[in-house]
């Protein structure tokens, strides 16, 4: 069995600082990896996902995470946030070869402050 | 644009009512899923669907019921709404081609309230 799990229900970042929201992970196998967003009153939408390969990927809105095996982490950043960043954000890991259903983290709500 | 389509953004019903919530993908996806999301415990998983008339119960099915007659619609179903049934229900889909690597794609979400 997989779980997620994401360090701080909730992060607040002034406008144009780094964004850092943590992903820890377990996995019995090699794992595919996704972070999802949710903005208000919307759901949730793909951000950006590892499958094979390049263990550092980009994402939407400027948004990038690292697969770190060794640390079996999932961290997604952005350099620079915006207002518009505002959002809850969703880590989820599937291991490979598996099911099709993903294992969720209980959510990380970014507040942007001006 | 493809989209998951759920048919009611907002419910309010009384408690013991039967409460249908419906959801329809357009991309011929294999898979649908019913999920229950509340504060501070992320997406909580209700059933979920591989197939026409298939379902399999996921972490929290007491309570509810689905339906999947038609490849593109599975519905969720509460016999006998209770109030700690309030929250929002959100439905996705996904494709089985690339099996796990497959990403879902959410509906925006009906929030249920019930007195």
């Known amino acids: 069995a997989q779980s997620v799990t994401q360090l701080g229900s909730h992060v607040s970042v002034s406008e144009g600082a780094l964004v850092l929201l943590r992903c820890n992970y377990s996995s019995s196998v090699p794992p595919y990896l996704f972070w999802y967003v949710q903005y208000p009153n919307q759901g949730l939408q793909l951000l950006l996902k590892?499958?094979?390969?390049?263990?550092l990927v980009k994402g939407i809105n400027g948004f990038e995470a690292e697969f770190k095996k060794s640390e079996t982490s999932f961290h997604l950043t952005k350099p620079s946030a915006h207002m518009s960043d505002a959002a809850e954000y969703f880590c989820a890991v599937n291991p490979s070869g598996g099911s099709y259903i993903p294992t969720f983290g209980r959510g990380t709500s970014l507040i942007v402050h001006p | 644009d493809v989209k998951v389509t759920q048919s009611s953004r907002y419910l309010v019903k009384r408690t013991g009512e039967k409460v249908f919530l419906e959801c329809v993908q357009d991309m011929d996806h294999e898979n649908m899923f019913w999920y229950r999301q509340d504060p501070g415990l992320g997406l909580r998983l209700i059933y979920f669907s591989y197939d026409v008339k298939m379902k399999e119960k996921g972490d929290i099915p007491e309570g509810y019921s689905v339906s999947r007659e038609k490849k593109e619609r599975f519905s969720l179903i509460l016999e006998s709404a209770s109030t700690n049934q309030t929250s929002m229900y959100l439905c996705?889909?996904?494709?089985?081609?690339?099996?796990?690597?497959?990403?879902?794609?959410f509906g925006a979400g009906s929030r249920l309230t019930v007195l």
């Open positions: 590892y499958t094979t390969g390049a263990t």
């Open positions: 996705a889909s996904s494709s089985s081609a690339a099996s796990g690597a497959n990403v879902l794609t």
